[in-house]
């Protein structure tokens, strides 16, 4: 994938493995293929990633990536992928998502999700514990899309006397804890959640899917 105006900010991998969780006896064995990013510059990204037909109507087997760009509207953002070339514009996939059969009705398709401006997406929160009820306190980061989608970090530690403090915290991550690319109210890309833990002396958040 590619950009030819502006830059691509960052990568997010939204891969998933193998939808096989229970193998039976007498089942052919199944072989995960291994997602991955290549490599990553201000101006294309190339991916090795493996994408099967959904199991059913609730497990979904696709795989993604999400970009984080500063570009114009009318750059154009290009996927090549098995010998087929697709490009939108910013301004159109502001507009709303945009999908291609990749040889006809019915067959493969990829997908442009909807792009979304930082605002959709940030959010800002202060507090100040200013009653702690032990000599260290702990707390997390839950956040809930309109959708009805939710996503929390791990704890963060505060001590007596500490603020703790949350400052334009990016809520991206919430792709990777509900499994989707792309949300019904979000993205583009964004660095996430998880920066919050930094403040919490924490290293990492985890999600999980509720």
């Known amino acids: 994938m590619s950009v030819d105006k502006g830059r691509i900010l960052s990568v997010t991998p939204c891969f998933r493995g193998a939808a096989f969780t229970s193998p039976q006896e007498g089942e052919t064995e199944f072989h995960t293929h291994v997602n991955r ?15 099967s037909k959904n199991p059913n109507t609730t497990t979904a087997a696709m795989q993604a990536v ?48 909807r792009a979304m401006p930082e605002s959709c997406f940030t959010v800002e929160h202060y507090m100040e514990d ?28 505060g001590q007596k006397e500490y603020k703790l403090v949350y400052e334009r915290k990016q809520l991206l991550c919430l792709c990777q ?25 924490t290293s990492m958040a985890q999600y999980k899917r509720i």
């Open 177 to 201: 804890a509900v499994g989707t690319v792309v949300s019904s109210c979000w993205h583009c890309y964004a660095k996430p959640l998880a920066q919050a833990c930094q403040y919490g002396g």
């Open 66 to 113: 999400i970009l984080e760009v500063e570009m114009p509207k009318d750059g154009k953002v290009i996927a090549d992928f098995n010998g087929k070339k697709f490009e939108h514009t910013l301004g159109e996939l502001l507009e709303g998502s945009r999908s291609h059969f990749m040889i006809g009705w019915l067959s493969e398709a990829i997908l442009f999700n």
């Open 37 to 51: 990013i290549v490599s990553a510059d201000e101006k294309e990204t190339e991916l090795d990633m493996y994408s």
């Open 130 to 157: 200013k009653e702690p009820q032990r000599d260290t306190d702990y707390y997390y980061v839950r956040v809930r899309q309109r959708d009805g989608q939710w996503a929390w970090s791990s704890d963060l530690s």
